[in-house]
């Protein structure tokens, strides 16, 4: 079984929600589709969101919530079929 | 009032500092673990470091600011624009804590922080307002009020500003789903779910008036910037005067400026922002109750120092200027240089800003807080620089600016230069005939 990574296409601050109140946009286990939103990045006042690029199950994430990115930094691993 | 504490970063907090040692007061900069290299740090005469890289724990801590103040002796503060200029509780605790607020009244900017109230005021005191409802409403009362006054039109949260918080309805359906929407992201972003309706006007232009208002009841205005070039209602490029105005609409505009700033004994600088339709005809938006970032437009043309008059009031002194002494002296226009990329939907574009050459020589002004080797960090604006240009009209200063972005070199991030070269050479900019939407539209015909 082989293992993908969504990357971050910004650099910025990493949000698994829309906003505090809203539920997460996935978690672990969930299957994801490409084009599927996965989480946001905060940077300058903005916020973008970050697409998968890849169908797959998500097996973790490798930053926290309100975690500081790099460009092209891992945020979630994925497990393929 | 000696030491002034300037609770911002940036070109901001550069501008305070400079209007500070020109008047012979101490500064203190203030920085966040992630400015710790910044030009403000260093051009202050002293500094304290307010905490960890996020605004709301930093430049947005009430506390953290106030402490600062404390332990550096500082005995009044200066907010700068954004962050905490505009919060009443801040200019409060600041005088409950013995400092003096650089700025309004607290009672004035709950006011004009309440966009609702703010347009009620501005009606009692026979401003026009666009026709909307009467303060806050409720969804009966928008879908009765939009049905009176006709679409589209803007839902605008209550407790929101800088063009954030704002949707527009097309029909009764859109207005239905953007009332539920608006009031939970209004909620989210303000905590404050409180909505009001306006009439949308197509093509109207942005016109701001500057006012300045001292403790002794006098009270200026000086003139008028033109704001229309925006994009998702942040302004890109301002200048003064607009050519838009006429002399009676800019009389009359003026008048009008006055006469909100007087309804709240208004003290210190601030903006009244009116739209101003094609026929003419003008209307009250809000009140901006700090300094702007394109005052230096208004400085350009007028001569006046905003900063130091901000200071001067602060300290008591009466307004230095009267206002049969403002005229305006030619033209100026500002342009913002951002670290975004214009082509890619002016995506963020912070990092380390590896060469820089600024322009100069007759009538540019740069307003910036950046440097070779600086890096621009993603948490906050994207604002690295303010160029400002003067001419004797219009035409030579829009010829500076084209010259002076040409001489103007950023390496290592993608800035909104080539954005406002390409804007200058646009027809429409050339003869200042544009309006609000007129980048929106440009960038879809693109």
Known sequence: MSERTIKSPLPGTFYRRANPQAEPYVSEGDEVAPGDVVGLVEI?????????????????????????VDAGQDIIALAGD | MQKVLVANRGEIALRVIRACRELGLASVGVYSTADQEALH????????CIGPPHARESYLNMEAILQAARQSGADAVHPGYGFLAENAAFAAACRDNGLVFVGPRPESIEVMG????????????????????????????????AAE????????????????????????????????QAAMEADAAFGDASL??????????????????DAH?????????????????????EESPSTALDAE??????????????????????????????????????????????????????????????????????LGVRQDELEVDGAAIEVRVNAEDPERSFLPSPGEITALELPGGPGVRVDSAAFAGYHVPP?????????????????????????ALAEFVVEGIKTTIPFHLELLADPAVQTGDYHVEFLERRTMAV
């Open chain 1, 44 to 68: 300058m006042k903005t916020f973008h969101e970050i697409q998968s690029d890849a169908a797959g199950r998500i097996a973790r994430f490798l930053v926290e919530n309100s975690e500081l």
């Open chain 2, 41 to 48: 740090v260093r051009r202050a005469d002293e500094a304290v």
């Open chain 2, 196 to 213: 009001y309706l306006e009439k949308l006007l197509v093509d109207a232009r942005h016109v701001e008036v500057q006012v300045l208002g």
């Open chain 2, 149 to 180: 006054i006709g679409y589209p039109v803007l839902i605008k949260a209550a407790a929101g500003g800088g063009g954030r918080g704002i949707r527009a309805a097309r029909d009764e359906t859109e207005l239905a789903e953007h009332v539920a």
């Open chain 2, 217 to 237: 009841g006098n009270l200026v205005h000086l003139f008028e910037r033109e704001c229309s070039l925006q994009r998702r209602r942040q302004k890109l490029l």
């Open chain 2, 379 to 403: 948490f906050y604006d994207s604002l690295v620089a303010k160029l400002i240009c003067w001419g004797r009209d219009r035409e030579e200063a829009i010829a500076r600016t084209r010259r």
């Open chain 2, 249 to 318: 609409t800019r009389a009359a505009m003026t008048e009008a400026a006055l006469r909100i700033a007087r309804a709240v004994n208004y003290e210190n600088a601030g903006t009244i922002e009116f739209l101003l339709d094609g026929g003419g005809a003008f209307y009250f938006i809000e009140m901006n109750t700090r300094i702007q970032v394109e005052h230096p437009v208004t400085e350009l043309v007028t001569g006046v120092d905003l900063v130091k008059e901000q200071l001067r009031i602060a300290r008591g002194e009466p």
């Open chain 2, 114 to 145: 309440d966009k609702a109230r703010a347009r009620q005021l501005a009606a009692s005191a026979g401003a026009p307002t666009i026709p909307g409802t009467e303060g806050k409403a409720s969804l009966e009362e928008a879908l009765d009020v």
